[in-house]
């Protein structure tokens, strides 16, 4: 799959955020893709590519009779999807990409995680893991059942896989709204509360480096196993929150705030629901994950400033702000005030 021919690729998934992206990148770059998801979501968007509509857990046998160069699976998060797919395609398909997670790694708060380091471990019953669906994934299980995907590709894999491991991904056309949450305050002006510690250093990955360094991947013929992570230099959440007022030209103030502050008005129990994109002081090691191997083999990172402006410039574009997770307004203004009339 090495030079410069044109591969014959499959998606599953294809039309949301990674799969999505995925898909513009390869057809710009000419190769030929088909997609295989339900049909649901932005179903129109590739009027002028082939979709073979179906739901992985039931429909993948319309695939049988098919080749391809490469899969990309973006949308696995039990062995059991994985079992179905590869088993099935692991004669028709000359490499599987399995776009699995970070979070797969067992000790994240240790400096300097690299692609070997320990995995987490599920201790589950076959019975139980059989029995899982989409809904049963939580935060205290989606690392390790994608560590279970990983392992489980590799037996019908073993030497032509590709396992990308991104972490947090940020940019146009991600629905989890962790970091546009923090963008539609700045571009209307508004100021934020957030909690310290503000030099906590942070990495993500922009969807379309992640995307752009996949497809180099493929056509570079490389299999193994990647940490997908930038970005270009230490980071922190001040460094990026600067970069984002500075970038959109924004009157917006921002409000650190202590842990007592959090507990004394109840916003410390549900961290992660108010205040998405940030972590703990306490997993302050968890973004020194190490990138050097993806690096060597051609990733190429975007700028802090690139990412913020191409991905505001999308928002914009779209209009598409109306952003629900995080603090209410409301309550967010409230505190605030009580901040600066105490």
Aim: aromatic share 10%; charged share 25%; with cysteine.
């Amino acid at each position: 799959m090495k030079g410069n021919r044109i591969m014959n690729i499959l998606i599953l998934g294809g039309t949301r955020f990674v799969g999505r992206v995925l898909a513009e990148r390869l057809i710009n770059k000419q190769h030929e893709v088909t997609l295989f998801n339900r049909g649901i979501s932005n179903a129109d968007i590739f009027s002028d590519v082939e979709t073979i509509i179906g739901d992985r857990n039931t429909d993948i046998q319309k695939l049988r009779n098919r080749s391809f160069d490469a899969v990309i699976d973006t949308c696995a998060y039990l062995p059991g999807q994985i079992n179905c797919s590869a088993s099935l395609l692991k004669n028709k398909v000359g490499k599987y990409v399995f776009i699995s997670s970070i979070s797969v790694f067992a000790e994240p708060n240790k400096p300097a995680t690299v692609e070997d380091s320990p995995k987490i471990q599920l201790q589950y019953a076959q019975d139980k893991l059989d029995s899982l669906t989409i809904n049963d994934i939580n935060g205290e299980n989606y690392g390790g059942l994608k560590y279970l995907c990983e392992q489980k590709l590799l037996e019908f894999y073993p030497d032509s896989h590709l396992i990308i491991r991104p972490g947090m991904i940020i940019g146009p056309h991600d629905s989890t709204e962790r970091f546009a949450r923090w963008l539609k305050p700045f571009i209307n002006n508004q100021d934020l509360l957030v909690p310290e510690p503000r030099n906590l250093p942070i990495q993500f990955i922009d969807v379309y480096d992640l995307a752009d360094f996949i497809i180099s991947l493929l056509e570079n013929g490389k299999t193994g196993d990647y940490n997908v992570i930038g970005p270009q230099s230490e980071t922190t959440f001040d460094d990026v929150f600067n970069t984002i007022c500075r970038v959109i030209q924004s009157s917006s103030r921002v409000f650190w705030v202590n842990s007592e502050f959090l507990e004394k008005n109840g916003l410390a129990a549900d961290f992660y629901s108010n205040f998405p994109f940030f972590v703990e002081d306490k997993f302050r090691d968890q973004y020194t994950f190490n990138n050097e191997k993806s690096l060597n083999d051609g990733l190429k990172l975007s700028s802090v400033e690139e990412i913020i402006r191409r991905t505001v410039q999308w928002h914009i574009n779209t209009n598409d702000l109306k952003i629900k997770s995080g603090l209410e307004p409301e309550k967010e203004k409230a505190l605030i005030n009580s901040i600066q009339y105490s």
